[in-house]
């Protein structure tokens, strides 16, 4: 039930008719006198109205636009607010190629053509497993300039679905069914809100859809004098932007010290490496094991990008594990993180079909 039709070719907004207008074109097509089809696929289409004042086109035989009163009246709201504030409306818009394919309810231009805002609108709550579709679509519509906001009537809290609720991942906002509230201000608010905080488009330059984890491990500042403890540190960014924090300290047992002595290498070394060894096992783990925070983002994203403090001879180690060795050598670390780490980089890689490189830029 889109809110615009083409009719003789010319798009037609259904709420941004006047009375007249609406009632000419209800009477044209009833006498056969013009032709309505959907912009998006061009079925055939009739102007209806229904209770509220609320119009659409019905069209039977499009699945592009599946809408509720709901979501027509949001539609409305948002057309009517941008068209009275300067913006050119679209609606029912579908963008990209034929591999990267997109689509919003309402797309609105501002006057000097600079900036381009997409409101998708859902007439149901998303389920955990839909995050990846609508972090694909944002990073669809991006790539065409376009910032996506998407509307729903709830929104999960449960698996990544929470980082949205923080701001990450894709810009989304709960509305009110039965009632024109988005983000808890009155619809017309918000969307005069949103317009006027002018947001910069988003870069056009294509990016690896990937996660980031950042390790560090240095000597304790709270313990200074002990040899032993560290603290440690792993940070988790998607997209270039950060998401959360793991740090922790940690400590080396006596078993530890015991089989990095029998090394009989530099002990500095070797336990500023086994640290951040541990660090790394850790984060990555939150990937590649099923009790992970980030086990289920292979549906968001590509792959993952390592970036290590490069103390000692840690780079050395990810590049060799990556290239698929597992050289003797690194047992001079403590064995039991160079196993998980190895393990859980080819789980990532073979199972879960991600690109796991390391990042040798900033």
Same mark, same amino acid.
């Given at each position: 039930m889109p809110i615009s039709a083409l009719v003789n070719g010319e798009e037609r907004v259904a709420p941004l008719l006047t009375d007249t207008e609406w009632q000419v074109l209800q009477e044209f097509h009833r006498s056969g006198g013009v032709k309505?089809?959907?912009?998006?696929?061009? !079925? @055939?289409?009739? *102007?209806?109205?229904?209770?509220?004042?609320?119009?659409?086109? #019905?069209?039977?035989?499009?699945?592009?636009?599946?809408?509720?009163?709901?979501?027509?009246?949001? %539609?409305?709201?948002? !057309? #009517?607010? !941008?068209?009275?504030? &300067?913006?050119?409306?679209?609606?029912?818009?579908? &963008?990209?190629? #034929?591999?990267? @394919?997109?689509?919003?309810?309402? /797309?609105?231009?501002?006057?000097? &053509?600079?900036?381009?805002?997409?409101?998708?609108?859902?007439?149901? %709550? *998303?389920?955990?497993?839909? /995050? &990846? #579709?609508?972090?694909?679509?944002?990073?669809?519509?991006?790539?065409?300039?376009?910032?996506?906001?998407? /509307?729903? @009537?709830s929104i999960p809290r449960a698996g990544l679905w929470r980082f949205v609720h923080e701001g990450k991942f894709i810009t989304a906002l709960k509305y009110v069914e039965g009632r024109g509230i988005i983000g808890g201000l009155d619809a017309q608010l918000y969307v005069e809100v949103a317009l006027e905080n002018q947001p910069n488009a988003p870069s056009n330059q294509m990016r690896i859809r990937s996660f980031k984890i950042t390790t560090w491990a240095k000597r304790s500042e709270t313990h200074p004098d002990d040899p032993y403890r560290f603290d440690c540190c792993a940070d988790v960014s998607f997209l270039d932007e950060h998401i959360m924090s793991f740090p922790w300290e940690w400590v080396a047992s006596s078993e530890v010290i015991h089989q990095l002595q029998e090394r009989g290498e530099d002990m500095d070394e070797l336990l500023l490496l086994s640290a951040e060894m541990c660090v790394l096992s850790i984060a990555i783990s939150h990937f590649a094991r099923f009790d992970g925070i980030f086990y289920t983002a292979r549906d968001i994203a590509l792959g993952l990008l390592i970036k290590t403090s490069g103390v000692g001879r840690i780079n050395d180690i990810v590049d060799d594990f990556l290239g698929g060795g597992f050289k003797e050598k690194y047992y001079a670390v403590y064995p039991r993180f160079v196993y998980l780490v190895k393990r859980d980089i080819l789980e990532l890689k073979r199972k879960k079909g991600y690109v796991v490189a390391r990042s040798i830029g900033s």
């Amino acid at each position: 039930m889109p809110i615009s039709a083409l009719v003789n070719g010319e798009e037609r907004v259904a709420p941004l008719l006047t009375d007249t207008e609406w009632q000419v074109l209800q009477e044209f097509h009833r006498s056969g006198g013009v032709k309505v089809s959907t912009s998006c696929c061009h !079925a @055939p289409a009739t *102007p209806v109205q229904v209770k509220g004042g609320y119009r659409y086109f #019905k069209a039977p035989s499009c699945d592009h636009a599946v809408d509720t009163i709901d979501t027509i009246r949001m %539609e409305s709201i948002i !057309a #009517k607010t !941008a068209s009275n504030a &300067g913006w050119s409306i679209r609606c029912n818009v579908i &963008g990209g190629d #034929k591999t990267r @394919p997109w689509m919003v309810n309402v /797309l609105a231009t501002s006057p000097d &053509g600079d900036r381009r805002i997409g409101f998708v609108i859902s007439s149901k %709550e *998303p389920s955990v497993s839909d /995050l &990846g #579709k609508y972090v694909i679509q944002s990073f669809r519509m991006s790539l065409s300039g376009i910032i996506p906001i998407f /509307l729903f @009537p709830s929104i999960p809290r449960a698996g990544l679905w929470r980082f949205v609720h923080e701001g990450k991942f894709i810009t989304a906002l709960k509305y009110v069914e039965g009632r024109g509230i988005i983000g808890g201000l009155d619809a017309q608010l918000y969307v005069e809100v949103a317009l006027e905080n002018q947001p910069n488009a988003p870069s056009n330059q294509m990016r690896i859809r990937s996660f980031k984890i950042t390790t560090w491990a240095k000597r304790s500042e709270t313990h200074p004098d002990d040899p032993y403890r560290f603290d440690c540190c792993a940070d988790v960014s998607f997209l270039d932007e950060h998401i959360m924090s793991f740090p922790w300290e940690w400590v080396a047992s006596s078993e530890v010290i015991h089989q990095l002595q029998e090394r009989g290498e530099d002990m500095d070394e070797l336990l500023l490496l086994s640290a951040e060894m541990c660090v790394l096992s850790i984060a990555i783990s939150h990937f590649a094991r099923f009790d992970g925070i980030f086990y289920t983002a292979r549906d968001i994203a590509l792959g993952l990008l390592i970036k290590t403090s490069g103390v000692g001879r840690i780079n050395d180690i990810v590049d060799d594990f990556l290239g698929g060795g597992f050289k003797e050598k690194y047992y001079a670390v403590y064995p039991r993180f160079v196993y998980l780490v190895k393990r859980d980089i080819l789980e990532l890689k073979r199972k879960k079909g991600y690109v796991v490189a390391r990042s040798i830029g900033s």
